[in-house]
């Protein structure tokens, strides 16, 4: 399998109400055999950049490689042909043949173009591939007469015939219902790794991304925010930004009052790495790294406050805490501690501090 890599990646959208710039500047790389997922809220940019990567649409500046390969450079000018990269692709509506059975939807691919190959090998491509979905045996249904998620297969199927030397996706389970995606994801992830795929995967759900990428791929109006393995992003994000899309945080704003203590709208908080006396900081926690007590224990950074709101979400509840300076939201797994007085601590281990003013810089690995 091929890895691939992409420099200084631009791309501007002309329209007659301006320009877009929709990629500024992207570095990025997906290793052979690596399951990379871009994750950016909506207009990021993500499918732009595919769709760059794969040659369907072309970019103003920078480059891109397939393995050694430059399929696309703007000095000197080169652009080689989506069909002459070899990608297999699955789109958002995936784009099945509703006219054509299984079998002629996976071998259209095959049949066309450059590629075109003997029927024969077609035929042995088309059933190793449909095999790999779990869908031999249906090789004759006429496409419209599957579900959803066997259609999203066959949509998977034929991207996997073509024997790509990486596959590209842009929220391909996005049609499916909540209990389909997890368990159609989890096949695609299994896939994936069982033929030792090269994959660029697209989505703007973070738990999607984090079930299933070996590296995220943070993106935000067209830069490439922080690269990294899902728990890298969830727990040291570079800055509030990525924090705050991988899952609610609660933020403090707090000056530094001496070593390793920091005034908050809590209390003063006991904080690692709080050095410089006098200086600002914002304090990130996670709602689940709040320990709710019914008595106080004494512990460090412990403080009083009020549930106000309690809400049952099965395995777990999500309960607001309501103390003097500030409302915060934590996790609770376990006994339920109603309303009322309640007692909590905050481990400063589980703190995650930034700096105001401090610029989340760019990775280029
Ligand atoms: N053909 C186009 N012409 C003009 N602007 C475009 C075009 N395609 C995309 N854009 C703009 O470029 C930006 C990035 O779009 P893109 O489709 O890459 O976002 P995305 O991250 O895939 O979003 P989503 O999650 O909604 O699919 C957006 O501001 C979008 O409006
Ligand atoms: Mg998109």
Known sequence: MTGLSVR??????????????????????????????????????????????????????????L????????????????????????????????????????????????????????????????RLVQLEGLQDRPAP???????????????????A??????????????????????????????????VLYVTHDQVEAMALADRILLIGEGRLLQSGRPHELYEKPIDPAVAEFLGTMNWLSGKIRERGFVQTELGLLRVHGAEKVGSELLLGIRPEDIRLKPVPSGEINEFRGEIVDNTYLGDHRLCKLK????????KLVGTDMGYGTVHFQVPEERIVVFHPNHKGKEESK
């Open 8 to 65: 200084g990646l631009t791309k501007v959208f002309r329209t007659k109400s301006g320009s877009v710039h929709a990629l500024r500047g992207i570095d990025m790389r997906v290793e052979p055999g690596e399951f990379c997922v871009l994750l950016g809220s909506s207009g990021s940019g993500k499918t732009t950049l595919l769709r760059c990567v794969a040659g369907l649409e072309k970019p103003d500046s920078g480059e891109i490689r």
């Open 67 to 130: 393995g050694d390969r430059i399929v696309f450079s703007d000095n000197p000018k080169t652009f080689v042909s989506a069909e002459d990269r070899g990608f297999g692709m699955v789109f958002q509506s995936y784009a099945i043949w509703p006219h054509m059975t299984v079998f002629e939807n996976v071998a259209l691919p095959l049949l066309h173009g450059k590629r075109k190959l003997l029927r024969q090998e077609v035929r042995g491509r088309v059933a190793h591939a449909l």
């Open 145 to 163: 007469q599957l579900s959803g998620g066997q259609q999203q297969r066959v949509a998977l199927a034929r991207a996997l015939a073509v024997n």
């Open 165 to 198: 030397q990486a596959l590209l996706m842009d929220e391909p389970l996005s049609n499916l219902d909540a209990r389909l995606r997890e368990s159609v994801r989890y096949e695609i992830r299994e896939l994936a790794k069982k033929l030792n795929s090269t």
């Open 323 to 330: 103390t003097p300076g500030k409302t915060m939201v934590a």
